[in-house]
């Protein structure tokens, strides 16, 4: 029995020929029988894809491209969300897809496509001190060649900068790409008026603004469409990749401080604060927040929620140099640390007040599971041997950790 079947979506319509050599944007249905691949050709070349299915159906999906190897679980017809967990960007533009399914299903096939463009990343990503504004992609820059957004804007006074992950790959290096071809999924399939963010992050700390303010007022201060319909005071900002099991790379993490340092100082705000959201009587929010903590979301991921805490502490403390302040020691409960070099090679010193007592420490993975642990010598030196990644660094006395603190090793 034949389990290949082909076939041809995108047929073109004669004014669309006329009007451009190409769509942004093409939907169509496709029905699959359970266990057949489908070898499915466009017309024309895409660079990214969602899938939704039509009625839940607890449907698995595996789908391939000549660079591309992707696995799409359950999929279902839900609202409209800033990434839903059905869209890729491919690798390299596709023009031919292979797809099968584990049973019979009707898939809603979105298919997008970016114009590749080449931009060069900012020479400069270090600012005179950390209470500037990061050096920033423009809109205008990566959205060449794109529809432009739809006209409008609300503008808001921001008491919450919300973190989100934007799923998909962890190794795909073309982030312009990613960027555009997100902004053809708000856009186009969405239907909304812009990228739904204010700040896209990349992993190697570059920093694309996101919602084109359009003069009504500065690009931080423009409503987005990214919180689960409640935008209402907030700021969005979307680290790309998936950081479920992943950490982001320090490059990341450093920009993501860097941009929460310029705003929060920007609005007067502690990075440890929290208002209620969105109404007067809503529960307590951050001023740093996470997309999970007020929507029904993963996002943005376990590894961000490892690490958040550590990343308000260090926002506070460079908010100090900000207001005036010369130290910038992080507290915990009445104790100060420093910790150098953070990153290290694994050679490091965590100092911590003697009144702390400190006998011990611990080093976990991300995912909690300790990874090295050793007796604390006076010198606050520590030597471990550990792949390049993030940590947390706990320290204890004789009955319970004191202080956890995030730490960077890059191996030799």
């Known amino acids: 029995m034949n389990n290949d079947v082909s076939l041809v979506l995108d047929e073109p319509k004669i004014e669309d020929s006329i009007q451009s050599e190409f769509q942004f944007y093409y939907k169509d249905s496709l029905r699959l029988k359970g266990n057949k691949v489908y070898h499915v050709n466009f017309v024309q070349h895409y660079t990214a894809i969602k899938i939704t299915e039509k009625s839940y159906n607890q449907t698995t999906i595996h789908l391939n491209t000549e660079s591309d190897s992707l696995y ?36 809603l096939i979105e298919l997008f496509y970016a114009p590749q463009i080449d931009v060069v990343s900012p020479k400069i990503k270090t600012k005179k001190d950390d209470c500037e504004k990061p050096e920033t992609i423009a809109q205008s820059v990566w959205r060449a060649g794109l529809p432009d957004p739809i006209p409008g804007r609300n503008s808001v006074t921001v008491k919450h900068c919300i973190v989100h992950h934007s799923a998909g790959s962890n190794t795909d290096t073309n982030y312009i790409n990613t960027v555009r071809n997100i902004y053809l999924l708000h856009t186009q399939s969405n239907g909304w008026d812009d990228i739904g963010y204010n700040f896209v992050i990349a992993p190697n700390g570059d920093v694309f603004s996101g919602r084109d303010p359009q003069g009504v007022a500065d690009e931080d201060n423009i409503q987005g469409a990214h919180f689960c319909g409640k935008n209402g005071e907030t700021m969005g900002v979307c680290l790309l990749g998936n950081y479920n099991l992943i950490s982001p790379k320090q490059e990341m993490i450093d920009a993501l401080e860097s941009l929460l340092v310029w705003k929060l100082n920007k609005e007067k705000l502690s990075a440890l604060a929290s208002y209620p959201h969105p109404t007067p009587t809503s529960p307590d929010l951050g001023t740093i927040a996470m997309h999970q903590n007020g929507c029904a979301t993963e996002c943005p991921g376990d590894s961000v929620r490892f690490i958040i805490d550590d990343i308000k502490e260090e926002v506070e403390d460079k908010l100090k140099l900000c207001n005036g302040f010369t130290s910038i020691l992080n507290e915990n409960r009445s104790f100060k640390k420093v910790i150098y070099p953070n990153p290290s090679n694994g050679k490091f010193y965590a100092l911590i007040e003697k009144e702390a007592e400190i006998t011990s420490y611990r080093i976990l993975a991300l995912d909690g599971k300790e990874v090295a642990n050793g007796g604390y010598l006076e010198t606050g030196y520590i030597n471990v041997k550990l792949p390049t990644g993030t940590y947390i660094l706990e320290l204890w006395n004789e009955n319970s950790p004191v202080i956890k603190h995030r730490i960077s090793i890059q191996s030799d």
């Open 72 to 107: 799409f679980g359950t999929l279902f017809l839900e609202g409209d969300i800033d990434i839903p967990p059905g869209f890729a960007v491919f690798r390299q533009p596709t023009n031919s897809i292979n797809i099968k399914a584990n049973k019979n299903t009707e898939l």
